[in-house]
């Protein structure tokens, strides 16, 4: 079945360090993918998405790339700032139902000042 | 405009009592799907209301059960609790069912209720 991997926390980074989390998934056929964030306390929020091959997903300085030769969908931000720190998740979801969301386990993100 | 909405925020209950949890949608969203999320297992898909009508089930015992409401209010029943139970679960809605695209069907999430099962 569809499945997605991410890398495993938890991340630890000075501010205005680069960050990279990554994601590799399976499905068949053509999913659309997705970074979640989860801040302490709260649901979680979109992010950015990405919904066919080479899509390049950006929002809040984040980017991701819809890479089908590699099935990987990692996540990057230039520069990161202490209110990044967060729970991040990839999710797909295949074309058949786009709610029907796969996760990852999620990545935790610590950035101290 | 209004968030998701869940109620209550945190439960404590103990074995084999039931529980109902609550989740009000944005207006005007049709679709309320439920997940529940653990350390171990991360977030997992319990089930998906459209118009009063459960479209998708994720792989979770009978014990769980939801309906949906007229106002595409959603609650979520658990019963017979266990102590692996013990999780935040999250509410999503959505404004689409089968029709429309991707950009109509994206998920939007409430703060979640912590149930803890003692």
């Known amino acids: 079945g569809d499945s997605v991997t991410q890398m495993e926390g938890p991340v630890t980074l000075s501010e205005e360090a680069f960050l990279t989390i990554n994601c590799t998934y399976t499905a068949t056929g053509y999913p659309s993918l997705f970074w979640y964030v989860q801040y302490p306390g709260e649901g979680l929020q979109l992010l950015l998405k990405a919904t066919k091959a080479d899509d390049k997903g950006s929002n809040k300085g984040f980017e991701a790339t819809y890479r089908k030769e590699t099935t990987s969908f990692h996540l990057e931000k230039g520069s990161v700032q202490v209110s990044d720190s967060a729970v991040y998740f990839c999710?797909?979801?295949?074309?058949?139902?786009?709610?029907?969301?796969?996760w990852g386990l999620g990545t935790s993100l610590a950035v101290n000042p | 405009k209004a968030g998701v909405t869940q109620t209550p925020r945190y439960l404590i209950k103990t074995r084999g009592q039931q529980v109902t949890l609550s989740c009000s949608p944005i207006?005007?969203?049709?679709?309320v799907s439920w997940y529940q999320q653990t350390p171990g297992q991360g977030l997992q898909f319990l089930f998906e209301y459209f118009s009063e009508t459960q479209r998708n089930k994720g792989n979770f015992p009978g014990r769980f059960s939801g309906r949906q409401f007229s106002n595409s209010r959603s609650e979520m029943n658990v019963s017979t609790l266990e102590l692996g139970d013990s999780a935040l679960y999250l509410c999503a809605s959505s404004p689409l069912g089968t029709q429309g695209g991707l950009a109509k069907n994206i998920q939007y999430f409430g703060a979640g209720t912590r149930l803890s099962v003692l």
């Open positions: 207006s005007g969203h049709r679709s």
């Open positions: 999710a797909l979801a295949n074309a058949g139902n786009n709610r029907k969301l796969i």
